[in-house]
């Protein structure tokens, strides 16, 4: 469950991120797919696990960038810019990885992270292995998640990021500036993004192949609403998931073939279906959520 969560955490972290600040981003799905490029890329020419996941990062914060300059200054749909990054960087990954790897048939491996033995608590019975015999980028996930949320409640530059989402003339009044702060949230959102997709290459996995997020992205923006914009619910969310998903798994090994499988991967999106239509209609959502900022304008 817990390597099932890990992409989910990261992309759905950057996407709460970004959308506290008031921009959406269904870029996600084609960003984790350029980070699970890039990150195993670096690291299949030499470079360390922890330079893959930097490099990742930095590929999700480029894209980032650029639908940051569509949608904030330039005030294009969200939407439209979002699905035109997505389509561009899955492409984009699926031309570089066939220029440094020609050949085709089966991808070439790399060495991923290994899990960790911690002293003591991983020999702890059924817990011990559950929790504490995971690759450290899970570990670093669900850091994250609770950094996140305390930056976001209790800090400065959180409440800047919330106040920009809910009345971003109502920030710029008291000094801020919106386009900053929401270029800012984006970008930083955009490499947790990245990140969730080197998992997969770098950690879940030793190869990359272009259709591997396999729809994570759209889970992780279905999260965020899941999660009323908290990064400690997401955390939950995306765990909730993974227990689906990891259960469907088994009750495939438990049933056999006397149930189309097909049937069982159903499962963690139907479950994840009710699951968002009870809690949507709790959530609060971010006044300023796509919706553009113009200086001087109300």
Avoid at 60 to 76: E, I, K, Q, R
Avoid at 208 to 217: E, Y
Avoid at 269 to 280: G, N, T
Wanted: glycine share 10%; with cysteine.
């Amino acid at each position: 469950m817990l390597r099932i969560a890990t992409p989910l955490i990261f992309g759905t972290l950057g996407a709460l991120l970004c959308e506290r600040s008031g921009v959406l981003n269904l870029g996600i799905e084609g960003i984790m797919t350029f980070g699970a490029m890039v990150g195993w890329l670096t690291v299949y020419h030499g470079g360390d696990l922890w330079l893959g996941l930097l490099a990742a990062a930095l590929a999700g914060a480029a894209f980032g960038l650029l639908h940051a300059l569509l949608t904030v200054p330039l005030g294009v749909s969200q939407h439209v810019a979002g699905l035109g990054i997505t389509l561009f960087a899955s492409s984009l990954a699926y031309f570089i990885f066939r220029l440094a790897i020609p050949v085709s048939g089966s991808p070439p491996t790399i060495v991923p992270f290994q899990v960790l033995q911690i002293p003591l608590l991983s020999n702890l019975p059924f817990l011990g292995e559950a929790l504490f015999h995971q690759t450290a980028p899970t570990y670093v996930a669900i850091l994250l998640a609770l950094l996140l949320g305390y930056l976001l409640s209790a800090t400065p530059l959180g409440l800047a990021i919330r106040i920009v989402g809910e009345n971003p003339h109502a920030a710029e009044a008291q000094g801020l500036d919106p386009i900053a702060i929401r270029v800012g949230a984006i970008a930083f959102g955009s490499a947790l993004m990245g990140l969730g997709g080197a998992f997969l290459t770098l950690s879940a996995f030793n190869s990359f192949f272009p259709t591997m997020v396999q729809g994570r992205g759209w889970v992780c923006i279905a999260l965020v609403v899941f999660a009323s914009w908290r990064p400690t619910r997401a955390l939950l969310g995306a765990l909730l998931f993974a227990l689906f998903d990891a259960y469907q798994l088994r009750l495939q090994h438990i049933v056999g073939k006397a149930v189309p499988y097909q049937l069982f991967l159903m499962l963690p999106y139907v479950m994840s279906i009710v699951a968002l239509l009870v809690m949507a209609r709790r959530a609060r959502v971010p006044q300023a959520l796509m919706q553009p900022f113009r200086r001087g304008e109300r």
